[in-house]
């Protein structure tokens, strides 16, 4: 059951992307979508998909409340482009409240990307084209 904790890192990756200064209005769901994940990934050897996939659902959240309370069709609009062209040039293009969130989201594929390269080297390459 220990194996199954909210890992240390995951909560530091969440407290350092401050999104509670820079986004007021989006629900701190970090330790919930762990759990959520943790019911679904629960053996050991699950650790490392329990916390990418907790850390896509915890950006997910943070999405979802940015487009429910804040986000235009304009601006939308234009983080589906950066998102499909899933390259960091287009974070220029972003309103700056976005600009973390895209960042974020970035950086995980990143990591996702580093981890599996050795291995499975095209899983990433199939989810950016998704």
């Known amino acids: 059951m220990k194996h199954l904790l909210l890992p240390p890192l995951t909560f530091k990756w969440w407290k350092d992307l401050d999104f509670s200064s820079k986004l007021?209005?989006?629900r701190d769901r970090v330790v919930e979508t762990y759990l959520w994940i943790a019911v679904?990934?629960?053996e050991p050897q699950y650790s490392y998909a329990r916390i990418i996939q907790a850390k896509l659902l915890a950006i997910t959240?943070?999405?979802d409340d940015m487009c429910d309370a804040y986000v235009t069709p304009a601006e939308l609009e234009l983080f589906i482009e950066a998102i499909e062209r899933c390259d960091n040039g287009s974070i220029d293009?972003?309103?700056k409240y976005m600009k973390?969130?895209?960042?974020?989201?970035?950086?995980?594929y990143k990591e996702i990307e580093e981890k599996e390269n050795?291995?499975?080297f095209f899983c990433v390459?199939?989810?950016k084209e998704a």
């Open 40 to 42: 679904a990934y629960f």
């Open 24 to 26: 007021p209005f989006f």
């Open 125 to 127: 390459h199939y989810a």
């Open 118 to 120: 050795t291995e499975r």
């Open 93 to 95: 293009r972003l309103p």
């Open 61 to 63: 959240t943070v999405i």
């Open 100 to 108: 973390s969130c895209y960042q974020a989201i970035f950086d995980v």
